[in-house]
């Protein structure tokens, strides 16, 4: 079991008090990664019993691997809080760009191209592993005419197998001091999506970087990365 800490509120009404907020934060975070990597240490114990006495070491793996990759989110969390970034609320992103360390995606087959085929994140990875890749995958058309008791019969399939290199950012409609911005935050390798807040209007875009909590269920922690005001839109 992990061991329980003391957690925060916190809370800032204006710019200044956002340098004590992150401060406070960055000592939960240690506070958090001690406790997990003294669970880890004591699966690692029971693991080892286990082993010994030819006891089943399913149940305690899966804990240990649990514990290790919580470990890793709440460090990466901690890099981000360090290197300056502001931990918002988490919002609708239309992601842009995943961090990957593997060469090849795990091959996706369908009969459809529609809405194209997405990158999972490898989630997981410690800071300053990996490389960005761009959100969408890129796919073969396999479909092909079979013949089957003398009628053909035309089968569609897709098979998206290969990542792209290029990240598509929308550079025509994004100032450069936003776009530096967002390169510099892919540079220090620890958000595993980064993408910009979904806007109708398409203004004003919000740029966040989000790492994905290993429990599941859609949780996450964002962080902002940049912003810019276009007058005319207001």
Not at 11 to 18: H, N, Q, R, Y
Not at 33 to 60: C, I, Y
Not at 171 to 188: E, F, N
Request: proline share 6%; hydrophobic share 40%; with cysteine.
């Amino acid at each position: 079991m992990t061991k329980e800490i003391a957690h925060v509120n916190v809370v800032a009404l204006t710019p200044a008090e956002m340098v004590p907020a992150q401060a406070s934060l960055v000592a939960w975070c240690g506070r958090k990664v001690q406790a997990l990597e003294d669970e880890v240490a004591e699966l690692e114990l029971h693991h080892k019993l286990a082993t010994e006495n030819g006891w089943r070491t399913s149940v305690v793996t899966a804990s240990l691997n649990r514990a290790a990759k919580r470990v890793t989110y709440y460090e990466n969390m901690r890099v981000a809080l360090e290197a300056g970034y502001l931990m918002v609320p988490n919002m609708p992103v239309d992601v842009l760009a995943v961090r990957v360390k593997r060469d090849a995606p795990v091959p996706q087959r369908r009969d459809s191209q529609w809405g194209g085929f997405a990158a999972p994140p490898q989630a997981g990875l410690p800071a300053g592993e990996g490389r960005y890749v761009d959100d969408a995958l890129k796919y073969q058309d396999l479909s092909h005419v079979n013949t089957k008791d003398g009628k053909q019969v035309h089968v569609r399939e897709y098979l998206a197998d290969e990542y792209d290199e290029g990240v598509d950012f929308p550079i025509s409609l994004t100032k450069p001091v936003v776009l530096d911005a967002v390169a510099r935050a892919m540079a220090l390798k620890v958000f595993d999506r980064i993408g910009r807040v979904q806007n109708g209007g398409g203004r004003d875009p919000i740029y966040v970087g989000q790492l994905l909590d290993p429990r599941g269920n859609g949780r996450m922690t964002t962080f902002f990365l940049a912003w810019w005001v276009d007058t005319t839109s207001l």
